[in-house]
């Protein structure tokens, strides 16, 4: 967001998280659908998230193209509620943090210098001043 000091040039956070959502459940109905031979020929997620105060909320419709009865449409409304994004997310997820102690200048160096022989072969071989 640029009123935040962003470029606007990609995705924000949260764009991502309900892209996971979507993707894992577009893939798992798309998989249940095919494995139970249903005529589904299409599906669409949508996706919107909100705050407001403490309070977050994803809304999720589907749409679903094909000749599905009712009973199908609820079963993949059913199982949409089940994917494994969607149960991480109700369930939520500890999250740990640590700090990586700090490289000495010359273990930087050394580091560094390993990532470039690594990067390229003894024949062709840049020539690096310091």
């Known amino acids: 967001m640029p009123k935040l000091g962003g470029a606007d040039a990609g995705p924000a956070p949260y764009e991502y998280l309900l892209a996971s959502l979507g993707a894992c ?21 949508s996706l919107h998230y909100e705050r407001k105060g403490d309070v977050q909320h994803i809304e ?24 494994p994004v969607t149960l991480t997310l109700k ?28 990067t390229f072969s003894a024949s062709d071989a840049p020539s690096i001043t310091r």
């Open 25 to 45: 459940t577009a893939i798992t109905l798309r998989m249940y659908a095919e494995r139970k031979e249903w005529p589904l020929e299409a599906l669409e997620v």
């Open 91 to 118: 369930g939520g997820l500890a999250i740990t943090t640590a700090l990586e102690p700090p490289l000495a200048a010359a273990a930087l160096e050394a580091k560094l210098d390993e990532a470039l022989e690594e």
């Open 60 to 83: 999720r419709t589907l749409h679903f193209t094909g000749a599905l009865d009712e009973g199908q449409r609820t079963r993949l409304a059913d199982i949409a509620e089940r994917t």
